[in-house]
Nanobody, 115 residues
Framework: VQLQASGGGLVQPGGSLRLSCAAFGNIWHIDYMGWYRQVPGKQRELVAFITDGGITSYADSAKGRFTISRDIVEKIMYLRMNSLKPEDTAAYYC??????????WGQGTQVTVSS
């Protein structure tokens, strides 16, 4: 299984971006899929996740601004980010977590929010 993240870039404060994460390969027994972010010197933090049943959850910093979604047929997960702030600047990683405890990670896609 491989995950390929894309959609990062440079955006001004208040702007929007949509991150995508495409999954390649057969994946079974998914517990949840999520987006994490990390800045240098800090731990990777969970931004949002969506369960196999479609339940979503967000970090407090993302509530009301970010929306996680997925296309099951195309095996793509999205993170729509609105009203971006400089503190949202980070490398964003997509993740698939299986019921077995196994994790798959995509490569990071950099989001920079700056004027």
């Amino acid at each position: 299984v491989q995950l390929q993240a894309s959609g990062g870039g440079l955006v001004q404060p208040g702007g929007s971006l949509r991150l995508s994460c495409a999954a390649f390969g057969n994946i079974w027994h998914i517990d949840y899929m999520g987006w994490y972010r990390q800045v240098p010197g800090k731990q990777r933090e969970l931004v949002a996740f969506i369960t196999d049943g479609g339940i979503t959850s967000y970090a407090d910093s993302a509530k009301g601004r970010f929306t996680i979604s997925r296309d099951i047929v195309e095996k793509i997960m999205y993170l729509r980010m609105n009203s971006l702030k400089p503190e949202d600047t980070a490398a964003y990683y997509c993740n698939i977590h299986l019921f077995s405890g196994e994790d798959f990670w995509g490569q990071g896609t950099q989001v920079t929010v700056s004027s």
